[in-house]
């Protein structure tokens, strides 16, 4: 398609399992963002990708939470030992170089995980 | 730190009426500004933006402009419709690395 995609949409797990979450960008888009959204706490910024480099990470929450981006294109965002404060909306956005500092961040419909 | 702080939601209008959510941010330097739309089960979007002080950005009948002076950048509607209902954030540039973006007002429009 067009657009940034992300898989899957819904994703109910137990506490305590890993999760995966993918996001597919825009062709072309070299810069790729993670962000979470959780109920009345905006977007979280979690990690930043530049080809298949990570040079900002400090959003990451904690070690539990990783990501990897291969090919310059897929990306992975992967929550081990899952834990009910990770319930939120995962949002991915990709841009063209520098999309951050023209505000151009075109997003994915995310996925929301609910851990119970 | 950077951080932006909008106006609680939601706000409710009835259509044809005039539209103001506040956004105030906190930032070193000369950030760019931005205002973003999330229309019901879509993704952001861009709405427009300003670069420098006393720009105004402007797109779809929204106006946002760019005050150094009382570090603001609220956004504006003359007439609202059903359709603008959605939640818009209000965000910053920090560098190349990242959007801050505030907490988010849901705007709710009704016939």
């Known amino acids: 398609g067009a657009g940034v995609s992300q898989s899957p949409s819904n994703k109910v797990t137990e506490k305590g399992k890993d999760v995966e979450l993918r996001c597919d960008p825009i062709?072309?888009?070299?810069?790729l963002y993670w962000y979470r959204q959780s109920l009345g706490q905006g977007l979280e910024f979690l990690i930043y990708f530049q080809g298949n480099s990570a040079p900002d990470k400090s959003g990451l929450p904690s070690d539990r939470f990783s990501a990897e981006r291969t090919g310059g294109s897929v990306s992975t965002l992967t929550i081990q030992r899952t834990q009910q404060e990770d319930s939120a909306v995962y949002l991915c956005a990709s841009s063209f170089t520098s999309g951050a500092n023209t505000g151009e961040l075109f997003f994915g419909e995310g996925s929301r995980l609910t851990v119970l | 730190g950077d951080s932006v702080t909008q106006m609680e939601g939601p706000v409710t209008l009835s259509e044809e009426a005039f539209l103001t959510i506040n956004c105030t941010y906190t930032?070193?330097?000369?950030?760019?500004l931005f205002w973003y739309v999330q229309y019901p089960g879509e993704g952001l979007q861009l709405l427009l933006k300003a670069t420098k002080a006393d720009d105004k950005g402007s797109n779809k009948g929204f106006e946002a402009t760019y005050r150094k002076e009382t570090t603001s950048f609220h956004l504006e509607k003359g007439s609202v419709q059903v359709s603008d209902s959605a939640v818009y954030f209000c965000?910053?540039?920090?560098?190349?690395?990242?959007?801050?973006f505030g907490k988010g007002t849901m705007l709710l429009v009704s016939p």
């Open positions: 965000a910053l540039n920090i560098g190349y690395s990242t959007l801050t």
């Open positions: 062709s072309g888009h070299t810069a």
């Open positions: 930032a070193t330097g000369y950030p760019s």
